[in-house]
């Protein structure tokens, strides 16, 4: 992304106000417009220049799918050629149960992976991964994940320049309401494509069992690698927020959690990584509520984030990817009990 975007963008969030439409080039439903079918937790990924492939989980019933929906939910599909996205289609079926938040990865040989769970609740899933060698037109056989090997869990993967997978992952342990509950974080490694791992863990709260899940991955101003997650106090009637962790040694090793001053309604969050410090943050800025939709930008490598300001004010789970034209391209669902995913393109050509 070039200095003159991000300059404006800075001065835009200072503002505290919604997008100005010159920033969004365009805004646009992925997923179909049908009666009584839920969608949620998208990812986005560039698989060529220009080109892009969208997942999201999503079945019919009236509610939402991951509380009123409770089985035939599936992960459905759409590529975008440069002109135009293709109809969605069901990618994978769960004709008796839930599948959970779907998560894209291209390896550093172009290699598409989606990563996904399938189970009745988060705490009860098996983890499975599927190839593809054409950007996601055709998909290879699922494979199951060792058990205790979780995956992605709503954030890509961090492609190190030698190949090796960082992927961000986290358990939960008993319910909101349960007695007993715990959640952490884990950061699990593979060196060949997800053949082969290794995990890294368990990375928790200090004061609260029941706290972080679903990091996102991005480099601060002197290289480090930081992890940002989400917080579950507000399902135990505690105050939010986003926290964070450093490594030094690309996920090996990680500092305890800080608690930054961004808040967090127990809901998802992404953060593209621009380099050199420059970040820009997706995620809903109130202690209670997932939404509107918020952006803020960081020029420090994530120590200090800009004021919010509004990009839609209905939007939550927000998956982001910034393209090799520099285009930051979001996936968000949109509505509270029937639910669709939207796609913008912020684009530096467009200023």
């Not at 975008?80 to 069901?90: A, H, I, L």
């Not at 079926?93 to 598409?112: D, F, H, N, R």
């Not at 450093?246 to 961004?262: M, P, R, V």
Request: net charge negative; hydrophobic share 35%.
């Amino acid at each position: 992304m070039s200095k003159a975007l991000f300059s404006f963008l800075c001065l835009l969030a200072c503002a505290t106000q919604a997008i100005d439409n010159q920033l969004i080039e365009k805004k646009e439903w992925l997923s179909l417009i049908i009666e009584n079918f839920d969608c949620h937790s998208s990812s986005i990924i560039e698989t060529d220049p220009g080109k892009y492939c969208a997942v999201w989980k999503g079945g019919p019933g009236k509610g939402q799918s991951n509380k009123d929906i409770s089985r035939n939910v599936g992960i459905w599909i759409s590529l975008f050629d440069g002109m135009s996205w293709t109809d969605p289609k069901e990618l994978i079926s769960a004709p008796q149960s839930i599948s959970w938040s779907p998560v894209l990865c291209k390896t550093i040989e172009g290699e598409l992976l989606l990563f996904y769970r399938i189970g009745p609740e988060p705490r009860r899933t098996v983890s499975f991964l599927k190839r593809s060698f054409d950007g996601g037109v055709n998909w290879s056989k699922e494979e199951m994940l060792p058990a205790g090997i979780v995956g992605p869990t709503k954030n890509k993967p961090y492609v190190t320049s030698s190949g090796t997978l960082i992927s961000p992952s986290s358990v939960e342990a008993g319910a909101p309401e349960d007695q007993y509950r715990a959640t952490a974080c884990w950061v699990e490694i593979s060196k060949d494509n997800g053949h082969h791992w290794k995990k890294i863990g368990p990375l928790e709260l200090q004061d609260r069992k029941f706290g972080v899940i679903e990091p996102t991955f991005f480099h601060d101003s002197q290289g480090n690698l930081r992890m940002l997650c989400r917080d579950r106090a507000n399902r135990i009637d505690e105050k939010g927020y986003i926290w964070m962790a450093i490594s030094e040694n690309e996920g090996l090793d990680w500092s305890e959690f800080k608690q930054t001053a961004l808040p967090n309604p127990d809901s998802a969050i992404d953060v593209v990584d621009l380099g050199e410090g420059k970040l820009i943050l997706f995620y809903n800025h109130s202690h209670t509520d997932r939404f509107p939709l918020n952006m803020a930008l960081s020029n420090d490598g994530g120590d200090t984030w800009s004021d919010p300001f509004v990009i839609d004010d209905r939007g939550e789970f927000p998956s982001a990817a910034l393209g090799s034209d520099g285009s930051v391209h979001v996936t968000y669902a949109v509505g509270s009990e029937q639910r669709r995913i939207r796609h913008i393109v912020i684009n530096p050509k467009q200023l």
